[in-house]
């Protein structure tokens, strides 16, 4: 059986706005319990702001995020909190796992960057240091990202840790010049995983 299902259905508003981080998670949730292959839509033409997340599994069958609108961070490092700090997509312990559809996902990062060191003693600012990684994958296997944009990541754009079975495939990851730490993909400790036809263009790695 083939699900299709839409962060609007779970009452997302996407006027880049509003907080639709609950109507992710429900949705989230839905296509989780949903055996066979579940697609979930990020609609086009509309942004979507979402707060920091994690999205568990194990999930009871393939899904497939559709993301061809865009996902925004909140502008404000002060919007994380504590127990937030470092991540912002978060996906765990998720099995066959595709992300595609051509849309854009914008971390927002430009006050993280503001925030970063100027000096090799970081005497003044030290909050690029909890900034989040932007798209997050961690214990996941048989994972697909393809064909989207990321874009002006907090810090890492893309990140594997302990995952198996990787693809991340036609990608276009960019932000500025002065964007410290930014780097395109960190893979951690991750098998079989296989990146090709990106476009990178990123920011400085800075002293990370």
Same mark, same amino acid.
């Given at each position: ?59 009871? $069958?393939?899904?497939? =995020?559709?993301? @061809? %609108?865009?996902? /925004? ?6 919007? #994380?909190?504590? +127990? ?8 765990? $312990?998720?099995?066959? =796992?595709?992300? @595609? %559809?051509?849309? /854009? ?6 006050? #993280?960057?503001? +925030? ?30 393809? +064909? ?61």
């Amino acid at each position: 059986a083939r699900v299709l299902l839409s962060l609007d259905d779970f009452g997302a508003v996407g006027d880049g706005i509003a907080n639709d981080t609950q109507a992710f998670v429900d949705a989230w949730e839905a296509a989780c319990a949903t055996g066979g292959n579940t697609y979930l839509n990020v609609p086009a033409g509309k942004s979507y702001q979402i707060w920091p997340v994690t999205l568990a599994g194990p999930c009871r $069958g393939e899904i497939k =995020l559709m993301i @061809s %609108g865009n996902i /925004i961070a909140p502008e404000s490092p002060e919007e #994380w909190e504590d +127990g937030d700090q470092g991540r912002w997509l978060h996906f765990t $312990g998720v099995g066959d =796992l595709s992300l @595609s %559809g051509g849309g /854009i996902v914008d971390g927002r990062g430009h006050q #993280w960057w503001a +925030g970063a060191c100027e000096d090799e003693n970081c005497t003044s600012y030290r909050q690029h240091e909890v900034a989040p990684m932007a798209l997050h994958f961690e214990d996941c296997q048989d994972v697909s990202v393809k +064909g989207l944009t990321l874009q002006n990541s907090q810090r890492q754009h893309l990140v594997f840790t302990r995952c198996y079975n990787v693809e991340a495939n036609y990608l276009r990851v960019t932000s500025p010049e002065y964007s410290p730490g930014t780097a395109g993909v960190l893979v951690v400790s991750s098998t079989n995983v296989h990146i090709k036809d990106d476009l990178f263009s990123v920011g400085t790695l800075h002293w990370f």
